[in-house]
T-cell receptor, first 114, second 115 residues
């Protein structure tokens, strides 16, 4: 069975500082990995995803994530935080084409300090 | 705007009642997924339909059922509602064609409050 662990339910960073949100996964097969963002009272928006190929994935709004198989990690980073980045971030895993259900982590609420 | 629409946006009802949530997928997407987001359970996969057929089942209660119609819209039916069913219910859709490009796009959700 697949699972996702997001370390830190709340993360606060200063505006302009590095954002690092941690995600570790467990999967019995090579995983597909995703980061979604949820703004207050809104649905989930895909930030980026890893399926195959290049392990450093670039997404929208300046975010990127690196798939590290040896560490079973898919941490999300952004070099310089903006106030507009304040939201809840979810890491998710799916196992394969044909078994696409997303298993989500518990989410990390990102607060940006002015 | 993801292109996935969900109605209604908010629903307030009483325990024991039955409600229907509706989802229209993005144009051309054959697969529809339902997820529940609650404070105690987080985001959980409920069920997937592909081109009218049930494809995968997750943590969906027996009191809940879903279907996908020929025009590809989907409905999630929740019956004998309990206080604990209060949650945000999301629908997502995907093309289900190419795993390297397929993505689940989420609708804005329906917030269900059971009083």
């Amino acid at each position: 069975a697949q699972s996702v662990t997001q370390l830190g339910s709340h993360v606060s960073v200063s505006e302009g500082a590095l954002v690092l949100l941690r995600c570790n996964y467990s999967s019995s097969v090579p995983p597909y990995l995703f980061w979604y963002v949820q703004y207050p009272n809104q649905g989930l928006q895909l930030l980026l995803k890893y399926t195959t190929g290049a392990t450093l994935v670039k997404g929208i709004n300046g975010f990127e994530a690196e798939f590290k198989k040896s560490e079973t990690s898919f941490h999300l980073t952004k070099p310089s935080a903006h106030m507009s980045d304040a939201a809840e971030y979810f890491c998710a895993v799916s196992e394969s084409f044909g078994n696409e259900k997303l298993t989500f982590g518990t989410g990390t609420r990102l607060t940006i300090i002015p | 705007d993801s292109g996935v629409t969900q109605t209604p946006k908010h629903l307030i009802t009483a325990t024991g009642q039955r409600v229907t949530l509706r989802c229209s997928p993005r144009s051309g997407d054959l697969s529809v997924y339902w997820y529940q987001q609650s404070l105690d359970q987080g985001l959980q996969f409920l069920i997937q339909y592909y081109n009218g057929e049930e494809r995968a089942k997750g943590n969906i209660l027996e009191r809940f059922s879903a279907q996908q119609f020929p025009d590809l819209h989907s409905e999630l039916n929740l019956s004998s509602l309990e206080l604990g069913d209060s949650a945000l219910y999301f629908c997502a859709s995907s093309g289900y064609r190419d795993p390297s490009t397929d993505t689940q796009y989420f609708g804005p959700g329906t917030r269900l409050t059971v009083l």
